[in-house]
Structure formats: structure tokens, C-alpha cells
């Protein structure tokens, strides 16, 4: 299957802090989706990308579309502890999403 | 409220066992599928289900069979479970005009 790279693999900030992570792919994307999964549940969307370059936000949440179309990266501002969780990127290729394996986060008070 | 729904929650098997796990969706999606959940591994397809009356294999098929049931339900069966598939199982659901899949809150699957 495809291999998304995602990185870091866990992060562990103090409240307030801002929040970067990225993920990359050696095989073009057409849509890039960020996910994040809450302890005992399963993931939720979060962003949604469809074109190269794209820069979308959901409050404290921003992504980007990369414009090479295979990379895609997830900034959060100001986090708070409920931020705590982990994110998955997810590209399509084809009629299939590939998800990478996830961004731990842990938001210390 | 709308969604993907998933049961059992949890499951404890012994090796050797057979179950289905059951997923069932409500939003007139066209396709399904079927993941599977390891630490550091991110998720894996296990199958998945494009259209009613289609299954394919995804990156992990080895020791599962599915079924498209109707458009709305996608199963899960494992004839006879080993302890590598102790996992947590997501089904997910898209269809047009969705962004990217819904997912079901999970199984928890322990085989002993």
C-alpha cells in the first residue's frame, strides 16, 4: 500500500503552546484529510484539502495542501488540554484514503 | 444521530473461535470499509466494499471475510481467530458529496 510518513510521532507541549506536524507521501495526493482520534473512539475529520496549495481552517486548527501535492502539514494554536488525542493525515489515491500513523499529542496544564 | 455503527464494542476470543463484527451505516453511502488499528501502525484495510454487491481486499485481507450485506451493513467474519489479530477494528463509510470517511467508534478484539 501506500506509505504516508507522518511526523513527529508524539509531541508533548504545555498549554498554550502552537502545534506543527506533517505528513508526507512519495505518491501524488488529490485530497488530503486530517483526522483526530479521542482515546476509546474512532477518528474524526477534522480538515479537508482538495487542491494544491489550499490553506484551510477549523478555529485553532490549520492545514495546508502542500503544492507539490505530496505533502500536507497541521498547525494548532494556543492548545488546550482537550486538543490531547491523535491525528491521522489521510491522502486518496484512487478510490482508497491511506492514513499515516498518526501524531500522538499530549497537552500538559 | 446519523453515523456509522459498530458492534460489539468489545470481544474477548479464544484462539480458534469464529465471530462477525457487525457495522451498519445510515447515510445512503455507497462504499465501506473495514480497518484494522495497531499500535504504531497506524490503520491498515483490511477489505473494503466500493458499491453493494462488490467486496475487494485491502493491505491486510489474510484470516477475514466480509460481507456487503445490503447497501446500509458491511460484516466483519474471522473463521478462526489467532492472536495477531488482536486489534482494534474501525468500519467506515463515504459516499458522494461526503468529505473523506465516517468512521464507527471501533471493536476491541482480544484473541486469547
Known amino acids: 500500500g501506500q506509505q504516508l510518513n507522518q511526523s513527529p510521532q508524539s509531541m508533548f507541549i504545555q498549554e498554550g503552546e502552537d502545534v506543527s506536524m506533517n505528513c508526507t507521501s512519495s505518491?501524488?495526493?488529490?485530497?488530503w484529510l486530517w483526522y483526530k482520534q479521542e482515546p476509546g473512539e474512532g477518528p474524526v475529520l477534522l480538515i479537508a484539502?482538495?487542491?494544491?496549495?489550499e490553506l484551510t481552517s477549523n478555529g485553532r486548527l490549520t492545514a495546508q495542501f502542500g503544492i507539490t501535492r505530496k505533502d500536507s502539514f497541521l498547525n494548532i494554536s494556543a492548545s488546550i488540554p482537550s486538543d490531547v488525542g491523535i491525528y491521522f493525515c489521510?491522502?486518496?489515491?484512487?478510490?482508497?484514503?491511506?492514513f499515516g500513523t498518526g501524531t500522538s499529542l499530549t497537552v500538559i496544564p | 444521530n446519523a453515523g456509522v455503527t459498530q458492534t460489539p464494542k468489545f470481544q474477548v476470543l479464544k484462539t480458534g473461535q469464529s465471530m462477525t463484527l457487525q457495522c451498519a451505516q445510515d447515510?445512503?453511502?455507497?462504499?465501506m470499509y473495514w480497518y484494522r488499528q495497531d499500535p504504531g501502525m497506524g490503520l491498515r484495510l483490511i477489505y473494503y466494499?466500493?458499491?453493494?454487491?462488490?467486496?475487494d481486499k485491502g493491505e491486510v485481507p489474510n484470516g477475514y471475510n466480509v460481507s456487503r450485506l445490503n447497501k446500509r451493513e458491511f460484516s466483519l467474519r474471522l473463521e478462526s481467530a489467532a492472536p495477531s489479530q488482536t486489534s482494534v477494528y474501525f468500519c467506515?463509510?463515504?459516499?458522494?458529496?461526503?468529505?473523506?470517511?465516517?468512521f464507527g467508534s471501533g471493536t476491541r478484539l482480544t484473541v486469547v
Open positions: 467506515a463509510s463515504t459516499g458522494q458529496g461526503a468529505h473523506g470517511y465516517t
Open positions: 505518491s501524488i495526493f488529490n485530497t
Open positions: 484539502l482538495y487542491k494544491a496549495g
Open positions: 489521510a491522502g486518496q489515491g484512487g478510490n482508497q484514503f491511506y
Open positions: 447515510m445512503n453511502h455507497n462504499s
Open positions: 466494499s466500493a458499491s453493494e454487491g462488490t467486496t
